[in-house]
């Protein structure tokens, strides 16, 4: 399980990277993952001003 | 190796900070998340703010410089600018509030952000920084002696030893956060922004700043048609709501309120997009070997000017703390004295002077419609121009106490909404 980023929805802004306590993204002009270090707490979900990333089972969403 | 100071960060501030501690003689290293410092992708408005004491300050453009007159420092800047000399704020009925200077002089200059902080970064080479750019600082530890930033870049990991922390990682700071500061500042909200470059917008009015106010334009807060680069050519910023759908907010904006008409022969050219914490400020930004600075520690934002000011003193107290003075208390001090969000005035009139949504279309139309003769100072505070227009609606209060009882009642609710501190 990690975040997925929607690569036509992502503009790049990096507020996501921001507040990814775990250093699982990156900017690569646009956010990049590193799958094995996610731990799907749904943080940057809840960042993002444009919807782009979601996580692979919505369920795991745990963000307010 | 350890260095003396670790900076987070290569916006305004952290690049200012590092290239005047290198300066000084101290090993610097910056960590930046971007790999292109020039170029920015979070749109903001990217003014020079000229008021004369914003921020303590009263700056001066002149001979390819930034010169900061009371502060007493200068930074080189030689990219475009553009003068505003016009600023209205709009009510849903079309009553205009407007701010200009009565001599006609510009109030703020938008400038090249790329260019500037560009510039930063190459006078950070010069003056020795070590420069780590397209890494994300994510974690950091203390310890007696100094501090460990935990960094990653393509996927892989390391660590950097420093002495001093100069967290300069902007509003939605990752180091603030790791290090346990915000859990003493009220969280208000996470505000999205979008944001809309367009040509052949319907009302293009170069020099001119309108703000709309009222649901007639957008149900998700207000809408800012401010110049761009190019005469033909306008920035659209539209507040946005958290997890709502930005297309939503478009279509809402350009389609189905009162300016649609203005967008139908309109092309988009650029979307942007980013979403903001919004904490108080942190009235004391430094603990043992850490100083925050910036938006890292504001409430909202500094402005650019602010974030080079926050950087040139920032190198100064890590050199005096280095050196077994109290730098970051005197730091605390300046910024304390030049920020007004930092006194609770401030976040009496950010929180309770607030338009939309307070009052209703119909509300906003009888208010506006009080000063509409009136041409109030021209300013781009953000403290300034909410508190201007108040003071010159408050000017007819007995009227509206008479007329308007129930605005009367609100607009008195709001103003006492005094802050509560934890």
Redesign the interface.
Known sequence: MSVRVNNDLC?????C???????V?????KAVV?DEYCIDCGDCV??????ALSLQDPALFQST | MIYDVAVVGGGPAGLMAAKQAAEKGLTVALIEKRGDISRITRQCTMQFILDDGYENEHIQLQGGKIIFTHNGFSVDYNGRTLELFDKYYISPGGSKIHFANPDGSPFSIKFDKGVLLQGLWESCEKAGVTLISRTVAYDVSENQSGLEIFLTSKGKRSSLKARKLIAADGVNSRMTDALGLNHDRQYFTTAPNLTYSFEGYGDVAPGTWKTYMGRAYTPYGVVIVAPAWEDHIVDVYMGGKPQTDPAVIYREVTAQGKLAPFFKDARLIEKTGYAVKVYTSLRKPYRDHVLIIGDAAAYVEVEVQGALMCGYHAARAVQKELSGGNGFAEYTHWWQESFEFNSDEYLRVAQGYALSPTYSDDELDYLFSLTEDKVLKGTYSQYLSPKLMWDAILRHQDRIQKERPEIYAKIQKNRELSFKRE
């Open positions: 503009v790049g802004c990096g507020c990277i921001d507040v990814c306590s775990q250093g993204l990156e900017l690569d002009n590193n809840g960042m993002c001003p444009v919807l």
